[in-house]
């Protein structure tokens, strides 16, 4: 009652296990209620253009127009500064959380009619760890679309277009160890 925001806040478990189509982190604000994605062939999968290749985000919430929103990242903001869209995409492999604002933020998140992405990565700690993974897109694991699979005639079945995409990831930390001191 006494703080009208709208939170949404996905923790590690969740940014690992969520499906993220090129693992841009600023997907994961289309979960969110009163999000819309401006540019609906950004979530395709096929980066055909030079605007899909630069993985920006185009999600407005509640109304607003995709420049309205405000990304942070470990407290500094990461807007590109024409645009206003989001300037720097980190790995998803290095963050610890993600809270989006949708509503109503309090002023010192000012800079923002849309929403506020606030992301942070993960401390460090006093031993050695790492992820690998790959994101695999190919025709062998897609699903046939139900225009290509039903025809009148069974024989003119359309085959699935091909289309490959694998997406590397990694990450790796550990102490910082500086030997004169």
């Given at each position: 009652t006494t703080d009208a925001m709208t939170t949404t806040t996905l923790d590690s478990t969740a940014i690992q296990n969520?499906?993220?189509?090129?693992?841009?982190?600023?997907?994961?604000?289309?979960?969110?209620?009163?999000?819309?994605?401006?540019y609906p062939q950004q979530l395709s999968g096929q980066f055909a253009?030079?605007?899909?290749?630069?993985q920006t985000s185009e999600i407005g919430a509640n109304g607003n127009?995709?420049?309205?929103?405000?990304?942070?990242?470990?407290?500094?903001?990461?807007?590109?500064?024409?645009?206003?869209?989001?300037?720097?995409?980190?790995?998803?492999?290095?963050l610890s959380e993600v809270k989006v604002?949708?509503?109503?933020?309090?002023?010192e998140y000012g800079n923002?009619?849309?929403?506020?992405?606030?992301a942070a990565t993960k401390s460090g700690t006093n031993q050695y760890h790492g992820t690998a993974g790959i994101y695999i897109e190919n025709e062998n694991l897609d699903a046939n679309s139900w225009a290509n699979k039903n025809k009148p005639v069974p024989s003119q079945i359309i085959a699935i277009?091909?289309?490959?995409?694998?997406?590397?990831?990694?990450?790796?930390?550990?102490?910082?160890?500086?030997?004169?001191?």
């Open positions: 969520i499906t993220n189509n090129g693992r841009n982190f600023s997907l994961f604000t289309a979960l969110i209620p009163g999000a819309v994605n401006t253009t030079e605007r899909d290749a630069n127009r995709a420049q309205g929103n405000n990304y942070v990242l470990d407290g500094v903001e990461i807007n590109e500064t024409v645009t206003n869209l989001i300037g720097y995409n980190p790995n998803l492999d290095a604002i949708s509503d109503n933020p309090d002023a923002a009619v849309g929403m506020t992405v606030l277009n091909p289309f490959e995409q694998n997406v590397w990831s990694g990450a790796v930390g550990g102490p910082v160890r500086i030997p004169w001191l």
